[in-house]
């Protein structure tokens, strides 16, 4: 069966704040949900992270639920979003003060202009007509000169989007892209409509988010967790949960959150608008990896052969999110939970699997027996909806870290699982590599001994691939081998490869041993 839980195709993306701005690459607000309530630590989420927190939608979750969140965003336009998106207003103040603005944008006549001076602004004669910009400067005086301080980056949120959108930027475009010049020529937007329109929407959403008001404390930051995490924000050991959507490459290649910010950086003079997009990750090209990786190796060797540089630009990308994880890491509590959204861009042809990548760096981080203990639960979660739903059920191998061997609650953890869910231990079969008996055999064979004991079932993965496989067999009740594919890939002796896969699985039949060969995919 599929799993349609996360496609949300129906779903109101737009409910509470989530209103407010438009924004590259967003999280659904109900993915973002979905993982707090189903993912949560069991002893609850007291300090909620997002280290690329970008338009704020974990954050707004987060305050939803009452629940401290702190996240950091080198854009300046996107941490005064997530400020704006995550403050109950008091919302008689918010209409009362746009009522004020209205009457102010109906006097409005170009004498009143105060500033006219746009050399801020990128080849603005290029990007805007002379009336547009006016109008803009007037809203941007209105705010800054007759809205009180504490309301001002709530009525700025709106002008950031009218801003882009009387812009003569293509329609659906996030990078910067002009319209052709006979749909300029009849270009003529109504900058004060633009403008009423999205503070009423942003009003509505408003009325929404704080119809639903619960204590907490939500914390908007510019650090760069490429290069630390700091202490005085976020002590180590003290989150416990991450969820996050982090990009999947770097800006200029693509999701272009610079150059779609760069038009509210501007107008507003933020700092590094015009060159944002080299301070986010990979935007500065390295020279080597810094990172080991053997889930994307395959990948960037094929891509290293068609383009060089092209390769250089991937690794300088996973360079900077490899050391992001590194840190994120540092802060996360025993027994936290990270959410990682990514998404797999595919360049030159190649698919790069950044899903494995992150599971892979948040294992070199510590995080390889929480990750061993994630997935046992997801799969004891599956395996009971599919009883409960009268669907068939299959025994389901788990993969199982060496690590595990020295923790003396492992065993009654692993038992707590099974029982929590009411799984019969038949339906699980724990599974180690053949390498993990290198180290300390006596030790790994004494662990699996005692999971027989308690009625566990045992399968060796990778079989074949080390020298003691069959001083192993004489020793470990294992139920189950599963033959390593280098018996599958090519040899100078095929005939020779399939007599030894055939004496092995007679071999195994003898003693009672399930073999498994695997397909060549």
Request: hydrophobic share 35%.
């Amino acid at each position: 069966t599929i799993d349609n839980r996360w496609s949300l195709k129906d779903a109101d993306t737009k409910e509470f704040t989530h209103c407010y701005h438009a924004y590259p690459a967003m999280m659904i607000p109900q993915v973002a949900r979905a993982l707090i309530e189903e993912y949560k630590p069991e002893d609850g989420v007291e300090l909620l992270f997002d280290p690329y927190m970008g338009s704020g939608t974990s954050l707004v979750e987060a305050s939803i639920k009452g629940i401290n969140a702190i996240g950091t965003d080198l854009n300046p336009l996107a941490r005064l979003m997530s400020h704006v998106k995550t403050t109950h207003y008091d919302l008689s103040c918010i209409r009362d003060t746009f009522s004020m603005m209205q009457a102010l944008f109906f006097e409005y006549s170009e004498d009143k202009v105060k500033n006219k001076n746009f050399d801020n602004i990128s080849n603005y004669t290029y990007w805007y007509s002379r009336d547009s910009l006016l109008r803009l400067s007037y809203i941007y005086q209105v705010i800054n000169e007759c809205v009180a301080l504490d309301f001002a980056d709530f009525f700025k949120v709106p002008l950031s989007e009218t801003v882009r959108e009387v812009s003569f930027t293509r329609n659906g475009e996030f990078k910067r892209f002009r319209m052709k010049e006979e749909k300029i020529k009849d270009f003529k937007p109504d900058v004060f409509r633009l403008f009423e329109e999205k503070v009423i929407r942003n009003i509505n959403g408003l009325e929404e988010f704080n119809s639903i008001k619960y204590p907490c404390n939500i914390g908007i930051y510019d650090f760069n967790s490429t290069i630390e995490i700091p202490s005085d924000i976020i002590q180590p050991n003290s989150v416990d949960m991450v969820v996050t959507s982090p990009p999947y490459g770097d800006s200029r290649t693509t999701v272009a959150y610079g150059q779609f910010s760069r038009w509210a950086n501007e107008w507003f003079n933020f700092e590094n608008a015009k060159t944002l997009d080299n301070l986010l990750m990979g935007g500065r090209v390295q020279k080597e990896e810094l990172f080991e990786t053997k889930s994307i190796k395959s990948e960037l060797d094929e891509i290293k052969s068609i383009d060089p540089k092209r390769n250089l630009e991937v690794v300088s990308f996973l360079n900077d999110y490899s050391c992001s994880i590194k840190n994120v890491a540092s802060v996360i509590k025993s027994g936290g939970v990270v959410c990682y959204v990514v998404g797999n861009r595919t360049v030159k042809g190649v698919q790069i699997p950044l899903d494995y990548f992150t599971a892979e760096m948040f294992e070199k981080n510590g995080f390889i027996t929480e990750v061993d203990f994630f997935v046992l639960e997801q799969v004891c979660r599956m395996l009971r909806r599919r009883i409960d739903g009268g669907l068939p059920v299959f025994p389901i191998n788990v993969n199982q870290s060496r690590l595990h061997v020295n923790d003396r609650m492992y065993l009654s953890m692993l038992q707590d699982m099974l029982n929590k869910y009411d799984i019969p231990m038949n339906l699980v079969v724990f599974e180690i590599t053949e390498s993990a008996f290198i180290d300390d055999s006596r030790t790994m064979i004494g662990l699996i001994n005692k999971m027989k004991v308690l009625g566990f079932n045992f399968s060796m993965d990778d079989f074949g691939s080390g020298y003691s496989s069959f001083n192993l067999l004489k020793d470990v009740p294992v139920d189950e081998l599963k033959i390593d594919k280098g018996f599958l890939e090519s040899t100078d002796d095929s005939k020779k490869s399939r007599y030894i896969i055939e004496k092995i699985v007679q071999m195994a039949n003898g003693l009672d041993i399930r073999d498994h060969v695997p397909s060549e995919q």
